[in-house]
T-cell receptor, first 115, second 114 residues
Framework: DSGVTQTPKHLITATGQRVTLRCSPR?????VYWYQQSLDQGLQFLIQ???????AKGNILERFSAQQFPDLHSELNLSSLELGDSALYFC??????????????FGEGSRLTVL | AQSVTQLGSHVSVSEGALVLLRCNYS??????LFWYVQYPNQGLQLLLK??????LVKGINGFEAEFKKSETSFHLTKPSAHMSDAAEYFC????????????FGKGTMLLVSP
């Protein structure tokens, strides 16, 4: 158990809909990272938050947004969903603000299926 | 821009055989390199990391990796495979620029047969 909690574990929805994925980082970790894992693209970095502020942005679509709340949990909002958004979405956390100085702890992921 | 290439999407070995998973990186500055493992229905877990200290890095579960700058490689090895090693393995690279996010390779699925 990594200590990172993601909900829901599975989500099935229709095209055009909006969903929210939630992540609670390990106790004491200030950074939260969101990754998308799909068969064709592999593991793609979406966005990072550090202590409530956006720290780095990767290949995140404009239809997607995220935030980190004062209690450090994070939410990833996916809107106007398309079939291609079907993927496993991982949240990871770390103590510091830089991914290379420590270890990223990953949750078990939220599997999104868009029909 | 930094990137990693993992050669072979699937590698099959017999139990007790040598495990070799290949990773080549591209980075404009000295890199930080990582291997993560993903067991079925689980998140990724750090196996080992290279951060410019010793070039031979030992990780958990008997795995190790050697950083070779001249070959821009960071291959993962284990002398003797165990059935429990069956999983997907990801190589990742980061650097000192900006906020140093991790860039992952596409992964190599290790299959271990009895």
């Amino acid at each position: 158990d990594s200590g990172v909690t993601q909900t829901p574990k599975h989500l099935i929805t229709a095209t055009g809909q909006r969903v929210t994925l939630r992540c609670s980082p390990r106790s004491g970790d200030l950074s939260v990272y969101w990754y998308q894992q799909s068969l064709d693209q592999g593991l793609q970095f979406l966005i990072q938050y550090y202590n409530g502020e956006e720290r780095a942005k990767g290949n995140i679509l404009e239809r997607f947004s995220a935030q980190q709340f004062p209690d450090l949990h994070s939410e990833l909002n996916l809107s106007s969903l398309e079939l291609g958004d079907s993927a496993l979405y991982f949240c990871a956390s770390s103590v510091g603000g830089q991914a290379n100085t420590g270890e990223l702890f990953f949750g078990e992921g939220s599997r999104l299926t868009v029909l | 821009a930094q990137s990693v290439t993992q050669l072979g999407s699937h590698v099959s070995v017999s139990e007790g055989a040598l495990v070799l998973l290949r990773c080549n990186y591209s980075s404009s500055v000295p890199p930080y390199l990582f291997w993560y493992v993903q067991y079925p229905n689980q998140g990724l877990q750090l196996l080992l990391k290279y951060t410019s200290a010793a070039t031979l890095v030992k990780g958990i579960n008997g795995f190790e990796a050697e950083f070779k700058k001249s070959e821009t490689s960071f291959h993962l090895t284990k002398p003797s495979a165990h059935m429990s090693d069956a999983a997907e393995y990801f190589c990742a690279v980061s650097d000192d620029s900006g906020y140093s996010t991790l860039t992952f390779g596409k992964g190599t699925m290790l299959l271990v047969s009895p």
